[in-house]
């Protein structure tokens, strides 16, 4: 399990769900630990499957300026367009969770914004159990 100094990741209690804890502003290394973090997961996957992703936020804040450039956060996220099924955020600070919905209207992958980690969690057991 991934821990950083913000980024806690959690069992969520649903099978295939890799779930997140941001408890404050991300930065460059936090990123890169979750990029390969998540890059391990992918390259473990069988060709056939796909996972879910949830990031619980419990800080009003996101990440800081170029946390996004690392070599490893940039290859996750090139390999989430293939490898994620549904990627869902609670909690979202600003406009996260509006960001996160309208990217994920032109990527095959469903992007869902909830305001809390209860209705997200709701949600991802209902997909769960629809996908079955």
Sequence with gaps: ML???TIQEFDPGIANVHAFRITGAVTRDDMAAMGE???TLFDALPKDRK???LLVFDT??????GANWSTDAMTAQAKAVTNVRNYVVANAPGDAGGIVE??????PVEAKSFDSEEAALAWLKTDQAEAA
């Design 60 to 65: 009003d804040r996101s990440a800081e300026a």
């Design 102 to 107: 309208t990217v994920g209207r032109v990527l």
């Design 37 to 39: 973090r998540m890059n």
């Design 51 to 53: 996972i879910d992703m």
């Design 3 to 5: 821990t950083t100094d």
